[in-house]
């Protein structure tokens, strides 16, 4: 099984930085994608990477040794306000399986 820890959440004024941490740790021989999405109430989970509003603010970085993935989030606004998922495709046995870690609340106020 993988498990996937994420740490670094919180509570931040409008403007302000948080740095989260995933780390994949299990029995899969690979971590084909880590990567993060976001769920802000009452709107579906999405993939950061594919939020525009984030982009030149937010930053997704991974360390392969530690199978770590982290997401630098700089000028936080308000609507960046949601609970942070890492979602991890594993390759075990020659398969590939979907996980996804218990989330991260990030409540940035104005």
């Known amino acids: 099984q993988v498990q996937l820890v994420e740490s670094g959440g919180g509570l931040v004024q409008a403007g302000g930085s948080l740095r989260l941490s995933c780390a994949a740790s299990?029995?899969?021989?690979?971590?084909?994608?880590l990567t993060w999405y976001r769920q802000a109430p009452g709107k579906q989970r999405e993939l950061v990477t594919n939020?525009?509003?984030?982009?030149g603010r937010f930053t997704i970085s991974r360390d392969n040794a530690k199978n770590t993935v982290y997401l630098q989030m700089n000028r936080l606004k308000p609507e960046d306000t949601a609970v942070y998922y890492c979602?991890?495709?594993?390759?075990?046995?020659?398969?590939?399986?979907?996980?996804w870690g218990q989330g991260t609340q990030v409540t940035v106020s104005s």
């Open positions: 939020v525009d509003s984030v982009k």
């Open positions: 979602y991890a495709e594993a390759n075990i046995r020659g398969y590939t399986y979907q996980y």
């Open positions: 299990g029995s899969a021989s690979s971590f084909i994608v």
